[in-house]
């Protein structure tokens, strides 16, 4: 089964920190991508990752930054966390390049920034 | 832009009764249409996709229906478990990229 690990369930920042979220997947997967959750909006996609070294800003990538220096792992980078960073976030990984795979999702993680 | 309307946001069912849950897209040449179901806890999992090339799949208890000419999918669940309580998330392909809708909270009642 393809796993895909988030580094922490609950985090708690302060505004101003730079925050990282690390995202691995086991399964050899080209693609990776960084969601975020949130009541009413559904999933909005921040950046995604087609190769190693290789980011594309998705619909709300601004505030954040990313980094693929290796397959299997894909960070979201939170430079200057701030309360309207509050949210559910989630990494997903799918096998090849494109849109028309199954993307496999991690368990999440709920930010809170005070 | 590209847009994915979802409705209802919340569904109530008794168990045993029959969900429906529609979404309508913007963009016309969308051509993969996936449904992902998220339980509590965890992250969204695909239950059952289609492509543009057909009308109708079903896989058991769910079914999805494509109408390209409306732009719009509709996901079914028949016999309505308690198992099925979860959100479900309706998605169509734009640039290069899913879009998602907003999400429907199914709650199966015993």
């Known amino acids: 089964d393809v796993k895909v690990t988030q580094s922490s369930r609950y985090l708690v920042k302060r505004t101003g920190e730079k925050v990282f979220l690390e995202c691995v997947q086991d399964?050899?997967?080209?693609?990776m991508f960084w969601y975020r959750q949130d009541p009413g909006l559904g999933l909005r996609l921040i950046y995604f990752s087609y190769d190693v070294k290789m980011k594309e800003k998705g619909d709300i990538p601004e505030g954040y930054s990313v980094s693929r220096e290796k397959k299997e792992r894909f960070s979201l980078i939170l430079e200057s966390a701030s309360t309207n960073q509050t949210s559910m976030y989630l990494c997903a990984s799918s096998l090849v390049a494109g849109p028309y795979n199954e993307q496999f999702f991690g368990p999440g993680t709920r930010l809170t920034v005070l | 832009g590209e847009n994915v309307e979802q409705h209802p946001s919340t569904l109530s069912v008794q168990e045993g009764d029959s969900a429906v849950i529609k979404c309508t897209y913007s963009d016309s040449a969308s051509n993969y249409f996936p449904w992902y179901k998220q339980e509590l806890g965890k992250g969204p999992q695909l239950i059952i996709d289609i492509r543009s090339n057909v009308g109708e799949k079903k896989d058991q208890r769910i079914a999805v229906t494509l109408n390209k000419t409306a732009k719009h999918f509709s996901l079914h669940i028949t016999e309505t478990q308690p198992e099925d309580s979860a959100v479900y998330f309706c998605?169509?392909?734009?640039?290069?990229?899913?879009?998602f809708g907003t999400g429907t909270r199914l709650q199966v009642f015993p």
């Open positions: 399964m050899d997967h080209e693609n």
């Open positions: 998605a169509a392909t734009g640039t290069d990229k899913l879009i």
